[in-house]
Nanobody
Framework: QVQLVESGGGLVQPGGSLRLSCAASGRSFREYPMGWFRQAPGKEREFVATTRWIGGAAYQKWYTDSVKGRFTISRDAAENTVSLQMNSLNPEDTAVYYC????????????????????WGQGTQVTVST
């Protein structure tokens, strides 16, 4: 049984940083995308970032525009983990963040589609507030 377990959420002040981590078990996602979505209260689920190992030390990475330059996704494909370093957080980043994994080798045009991810974690709350 595949499980994705997130950690690292919490409360942070505007301008602060948090690091989310996710560990997958039950199968290897070494060659497949893992990433993050988020859902704020009263809003639809939104793509944040995803990454896929493409060989050696090379990874493809995709981000939604609102987090580019502030968030960094990283991956240890051998360890079946994915992390999201979030800097310069603002209240609009407040949401439940979900770790996701796909069994399809996604391309840029499909990476942001939630329907292309087969596995989801339970979510971790991130709250940005004074």
């Amino acid at each position: 049984q595949v499980q994705l377990v997130e950690s690292g959420g919490g409360l942070v002040q505007p301008g602060g940083s948090l690091r989310l981590s996710c560990a997958a078990s039950g199968r290897s996602f070494r060659e497949y995308p893992m990433g993050w979505f988020r859902q704020a209260p009263g809003k639809e689920r939104e793509f944040v970032a995803t990454t896929r190992w493409i060989g050696g030390a090379a990874y493809q990475k995709w981000y939604t525009d609102s987090v580019k330059g502030r968030f960094t996704i990283s991956r240890d494909a051998a360890e079946n983990t994915v992390s999201l370093q979030m800097n310069s957080l603002n209240p609009e980043d407040t949401a439940v963040y979900y770790c996701v994994a796909s069994s399809t080798r996604l391309i840029a045009s499909s990476a942001s589609n939630s329907g292309n991810y087969d596995y989801w974690g339970q979510g971790t709350q991130v709250t940005v507030s004074t």
